[in-house]
Structures are given as structure tokens and as C-alpha cells.
């Protein structure tokens, strides 16, 4: 496997670390990983993820890895498998240099087919190459020393700012969102959102309209900003990412939508009852059509959902939601499906 692979070239390091050392993670490590030890302290922009070393004995920090917060010069070592998206690994690689020591490394890894050979290349530019290794022809690792070069930096595309993305097409009052690297799609408009959002109002045709709203994997609050602009309503909004929670806050407080931001996995510690629940679910985006994630979602939305209230998913065509809700919901109706995505309303 990838993961693994290239989490275990890292890990043959670990051994060697005795002094200060940093872990920089976002997705979940493999079953094996080292046992905590005092001296490696971890931070990840997943909130599962911190949760999961908490419990595993490490010393975790959550954020949309704002390594300001650490203390500068400080690390020994630096270990970091490399992340999907190019913007966030180059701000990773170009933050290590202000949090080494002076003679302090940075080891990466990674498959070849995620670019870990250009990752390397374009290290060397900021420190001194030390050495490459590998697991096998696919899984590559390498050590870099810290050069002092300070003045240089590999492009992160301003990894940290928030930035306007546009308006939302078609809508009557078209809404200005900002959002940055490290949120998923984070410089679009996702297309299934706003097929929900056009199909919302027909939801609230003959009922009541909605006085709180849960939107489940917020992102950065295209749907809860826009459905409590519709019904002027309160929003609560859950993300496990720590970008898509800083994104989601600015723009609720932008359009001054009265609101609360919670990093938590699903809707974990909330016990709040809504009269609306929105989710835009992270399961059509290259998790297995049959697994547990959509079977925790749909409870998560019953169990937060108030008498009479209602349930709007969007998912991609191919997502056997309807079946999988059968045997939580009362009512489950399908509103729209097109090539691509579908809407589903559910209710007890």
C-alpha cells in the first residue's frame, strides 16, 4: 500500500530521534505506528487525527498547520509524508526551516506516483540533501539539513491567506466567499451544493420555515451561509478539517449570520436538536461506495434532527443513499437527480 510504505520510511527514522522532533500528519496513520515517545510531538489539521494520537499517548496539536504557534528553532526533526495537495506540502516543507535547529532535518516520503521524486527535488533548493532511500522502486524517503536559506520558498500559492472566490452563478443575490488551500475544492463553487441549494426552496413550500440549521461537513460554508441567508435562520456548522473551520467562521461572520463553528468528527459532542440539516458528505470523493462513513452520517442526522424536521443530502448518483437510510428514516424521497449528483430529503 502507499500509506503504509511510505509512513514506514519515516518511521525507520523515529529510532534515531532523541531530541525534539515534530510529526506533521494529515490523514490517518497506518496500525502500526510507533509507540509515543515524550520527545515527538505531532500536529494535524484533522481533528480525528489529533483525537486519534491523543488517545495513542502523544502530545497533539490541532490546526490549519499554523506552525507560528510552535516555537521557532526548536525541532531537531522534522518528519512529514507528503500531502495530496501541492500548496500545503510546499508550505509544510518551506515552514520547517523556521522550526529547526541549526543543524535539524527534514525527512519526507512519499509514492512516486504522488510526485515525492519533484517534492525532493525542489527541497534541495531550500536545504542540504543529505541522502535519498527507499522502500522499494515506488515508495521514495529523503533527509534534508537545515542551509539557512531563508530567503527562498517553494511556491504555496499564500497557503495561509483566505481569498474571494467568486459568486455564486445563478443566484438572485449572488454571495461573495473566500477560502483557501487546504479546504476540499476550495476555489469553485461545488456544483452538488448548489443544485441542493436550488431545490431547497421547494422543500419549504408548504412547511415552516426552518429556525436552526445543521450543516454536517461545513467546508467553508457555501451551503450555511446561503440557506440561512434564505430563512434568515441560526447555523450550526461541523467540519473535521481546521482550514474548512477557519474559512467557515470568516464567511459566517462576513454576512453576519448568527452562528457556531465546531471542529468535530461527524457531529460528535453536539446535542442540540435542528429543524434543518444540510450535508454535502466527504464519501463521493474517493471513499468505497460500501462502507461505514455513510451509515454514520445518516445517523448523525437523525439523531440531531428535531420532530418534523428534514434532512437534505447531496451525494454523486452512484451512492446508494436511499437504501442505506431505509432503516433510519421514515421518509426518504429523492428530489432531483441529474448525471451527476442527487438530492435527498429524509425525515422520521
Given at each position: 500500500m502507499i500509506k503504509s510504505s511510505s509512513f514506514e520510511l519515516l518511521f525507520s527514522q523515529f529510532s534515531n530521534s532523541t531530541d525534539k522532533a515534530l510529526w506533521v500528519l494529515d490523514e490517518t496513520p497506518p496500525e502500526n505506528s510507533p509507540a509515543a515517545t515524550a520527545n515527538i510531538e505531532v500536529i494535524s489539521n484533522r481533528y480525528d487525527v489529533v483525537a486519534l494520537?491523543?488517545?495513542?499517548?502523544?502530545?497533539?496539536?490541532f490546526s490549519d498547520f499554523a506552525f507560528e504557534q510552535l516555537q521557532a528553532n526548536s525541532y531537531s526533526r522534522i518528519f512529514y509524508r507528503i500531502s495530496k495537495e501541492k500548496a500545503l506540502a510546499h508550505h509544510i516543507i518551506n515552514s520547517a526551516q523556521n522550526l529547526l535547529t541549526v543543524d535539524g532535518q527534514?525527512?519526507?516520503?512519499?509514492?512516486?506516483?504522488?510526485?515525492?521524486?519533484?517534492?525532493?527535488?525542489?527541497a534541495a533548493t531550500l536545504y542540504e540533501h543529505l541522502e535519498t532511500f527507499k522502500a522499494d522502486k515506488q515508495h521514495w524517503a529523503a533527509c534534508f539539513k537545515q542551509a539557512g536559506l531563508f530567503n527562498r520558498a517553494l511556491d504555496d500559492k499564500e497557503y495561509t491567506?483566505?481569498?474571494?472566490?467568486?459568486?455564486?452563478?445563478?443566484?438572485?443575490n449572488p454571495t461573495e466567499f473566500h477560502s483557501k488551500?487546504?479546504?476540499?475544492?476550495?476555489?469553485?463553487?461545488?456544483?452538488?451544493?448548489?443544485?441542493?441549494?436550488?431545490?431547497?426552496?421547494?422543500?419549504?413550500?408548504?412547511?415552516?420555515?426552518?429556525?436552526?440549521l445543521l450543516d454536517i461537513g461545513c467546508g467553508y460554508g457555501y451551503l450555511c451561509v446561503s440557506a440561512a441567508k434564505m430563512y434568515q435562520c441560526s447555523v450550526t456548522a461541523t467540519d473535521n478539517n481546521a482550514a474548512a473551520i477557519n474559512a467557515c467562521s470568516f464567511n459566517l461572520i462576513q454576512h453576519k449570520v448568527e452562528h457556531k463553528v465546531i471542529a468535530t468528527n461527524c457531529t460528535a459532542?453536539?446535542?442540540?436538536?435542528?429543524?434543518?440539516?444540510?450535508?454535502?458528505?466527504?464519501?463521493?470523493?474517493?471513499?468505497?461506495?460500501?462502507?461505514?462513513?455513510?451509515?454514520?452520517?445518516?445517523?448523525?442526522?437523525?439523531?440531531?434532527?428535531?420532530?418534523?424536521?428534514?434532512?437534505?443530502?447531496?451525494?454523486?448518483l452512484h451512492i446508494p443513499l436511499e437504501r442505506k437510510a431505509k432503516n433510519i428514516f421514515n421518509i426518504i424521497k429523492t428530489l432531483s437527480d441529474d448525471r451527476n449528483f442527487k438530492i435527498v430529503l429524509l425525515s422520521q
Open positions: 494520537m491523543q488517545s495513542l499517548g502523544y502530545s497533539a496539536h527534514l525527512i519526507i516520503s512519499g509514492a512516486k506516483q504522488e510526485g515525492i521524486k519533484g517534492y525532493i527535488e525542489r491567506h483566505l481569498r474571494a472566490i467568486g459568486e455564486a452563478a445563478g443566484q438572485q488551500p487546504g479546504v476540499f475544492g476550495w476555489n469553485k463553487i461545488d456544483a452538488g451544493s448548489q443544485l441542493l441549494l436550488e431545490h431547497l426552496a421547494d422543500v419549504y413550500l408548504h412547511r415552516d420555515k426552518p429556525k436552526n459532542g453536539i446535542t442540540e436538536q435542528f429543524d434543518l440539516i444540510l450535508c454535502n458528505p466527504p464519501f463521493h470523493t474517493g471513499f468505497q461506495v460500501e462502507n461505514d462513513l455513510t451509515e454514520q452520517f445518516l445517523l448523525a442526522a437523525k439523531a440531531r434532527l428535531r420532530h418534523n424536521g428534514v434532512a437534505v443530502f447531496v451525494v454523486n
